[in-house]
């Protein structure tokens, strides 16, 4: 089930509430989440239409669990729809580098994780360029060098 529709001009959640940190680290620590990062446009000062989360789980869940997840977030969130991003080995090195180019960490499991794991996402994406540069040339025609 999605949020209620909320007014074009609602504000964002104060994250920096101390009550709403609490509330988002015992979801974390009930469903086994190991990092909560919020990205995109309302981890900045742009608006945004919804909240874009990521989580690293310390198992992968169903997707059954996945939305409900997401119910519980958006319950949480008060009537902010919720986007979520599950961090597994397999997700894009891209992915990876949006999520913490300028993602914001709500919670993390052991001190240092966010850290560590943006060090590990900047890498993969300097790592990807050769391949990010082929794929260019082909979608654009630019076969030069």
């Known amino acids: 089930m999605r949020a ?3 007014p074009i ?3 964002l959640p104060a994250f920096d ?3 709403l940190r609490r509330g988002l680290a015992d979801m974390a620590h009930r469903h ?3 990092l909560l990062v ?3 446009s309302a981890a900045g000062d742009g608006p945004a239409r919804d909240l874009d989360l990521a989580v690293l789980p310390r198992a992968v869940p169903s997707l059954f669990t996945q939305g409900a997840w997401i119910a519980a977030l958006e319950e949480r969130l008060t009537s ?6 599950l961090l597994r080995p397999e997700t894009s090195p891209v992915t990876r580098f949006e999520v913490f180019r300028r993602g914001r960490c709500l919670h993390e499991a052991e001190p240092g994780l966010f850290g560590r794991a943006q060090d590990r996402a900047f890498f993969l994406y300097a790592d990807s360029e050769p391949l990010r540069r082929q794929l260019r040339e082909v979608l654009h025609g630019d076969h030069r060098r």
Do not use: C, E, K, N
């Open 4 to 6: 209620p529709q909320r």
């Open 9 to 11: 001009d609602a504000p």
């Open 17 to 19: 509430d101390p009550a």
């Open 32 to 34: 086994g989440w190991r």
């Open 38 to 40: 919020l990205f995109s």
């Open 80 to 85: 902010w729809p919720v986007d979520l991003i």
